[in-house]
């Protein structure tokens, strides 16, 4: 299994009180009794950054990982099987992690030149997946 070490650098800029501040606004632990929004959030930054195929059960081995584990503060005896973890994914109130990517995204355009941030733009999954739906309307091969 790849370990990432900038995992601690990238979740590193988002504080533990923002996380948790965020997650008192949007109430996205009310009712949740073993993956509260701030495991959840770390888990998928976690296993897009070590994972190209990231999955529930990928998601479920890489909880019971070792270094996941101590950085998140997690007890090594938690546990949390993959079928949790879909569950969480699909019921989970959506604003935590507008508010989460808002922040981030404030947190990093700091630190971009004025270069990069000429370049970078942001969008979002319906924009993508409009442009990908109309792609073919649009670019006829052979044609």
């Not at 900038?6 to 009310?30: C, H, P, R």
């Not at 989460?100 to 924009?127: C, G, M, P, W």
């Amino acid at each position: 299994m790849k370990i990432n070490t900038g995992v601690n650098e990238i979740l590193g800029y988002i504080s533990e009180d923002k996380l948790d501040f965020f997650a008192q606004e949007t109430m996205v632990d009310w009712n949740a009794k073993k993956l509260k929004g701030k495991e959840l959030f770390k888990l998928c930054v976690f296993g897009i950054l070590n994972e190209n195929r990231a999955s529930s059960r990928v998601f479920e081995n890489f909880y019971e990982n070792h270094f996941f584990c101590k950085y998140t503060q997690i007890p090594k005896d938690k546990t949390v099987s993959h079928s949790s973890i879909a569950d969480r994914i699909g019921s989970i109130n959506v604003e935590y992690f507008k508010k989460l990517y808002n922040h981030t995204v404030a947190v990093f355009q700091d630190k971009l030149n004025e270069k990069d941030k000429v370049r970078l733009s942001l969008y979002d999954s319906t924009i993508t997946s409009l442009s990908a739906s109309l792609l073919h309307f649009g670019m006829q091969n052979g044609v």
